[in-house]
């Protein structure tokens, strides 16, 4: 088994994180199972306080990953773009959403969320 991958932690202070064992509580799964989510790139880890964590908007209230945004990093990722854009673009403000790209996908704009990173893949 590979390490865990993480990122350097460039969110607010304030953006919530759950630790792994956390996150495999919240998704009814083996933490086993949540690393490898995060090996397969379906969502992102921080880390953040010397620990791996996860930021809780990935996940939905019904315990998955958030829809989309598996394939979203995906089509960002074909498009060029290193994890660590790819996660500060996910939450940086955007007035034509109005808010976040991953405020979007909670929101049901996954479609235009989706479109724009299409465009900027290009």
């Known amino acids: 088994m590979s390490a865990i991958p993480y990122?350097?932690?460039v969110l607010d202070p304030d953006v919530p994180v759950l630790q792994l064992s956390d996150v495999a509580k919240k998704l009814?799964?083996?933490?086993?199972?949540?690393?490898?989510?995060l090996r397969d790139g379906a969502m992102f880890a921080v880390w953040r306080n010397g620990v791996v964590s996860v930021p809780e908007i990935f996940l939905e209230?019904?315990?998955?990953?958030?829809?989309?945004?598996?394939?979203?990093?995906?089509?960002?990722?074909?498009?060029?773009?290193?994890?660590?854009?790819?996660?500060?673009?996910?939450?940086?403000?955007d007035e034509t959403l109005p808010g976040t790209p991953i405020d979007a996908l909670h929101g049901n704009r996954?479609?235009?969320?989706?479109?724009?990173?299409q465009a900027m893949a290009l």
């Not at 989309?68 to 996910?90: A, F, K, T």
């Not at 996954?110 to 990173?117: D, I, L, N, P, S």
């Open 7 to 9: 990122l350097d932690d």
């Open 28 to 37: 009814n799964r083996p933490r086993t199972s949540v690393e490898q989510l």
């Open 61 to 93: 209230e019904e315990g998955r990953v958030l829809k989309g945004l598996p394939g979203l990093i995906s089509v960002l990722r074909d498009g060029g773009y290193r994890d660590q854009e790819i996660l500060e673009w996910l939450f940086t403000e």
């Open 110 to 117: 996954g479609k235009e969320v989706t479109r724009r990173a």
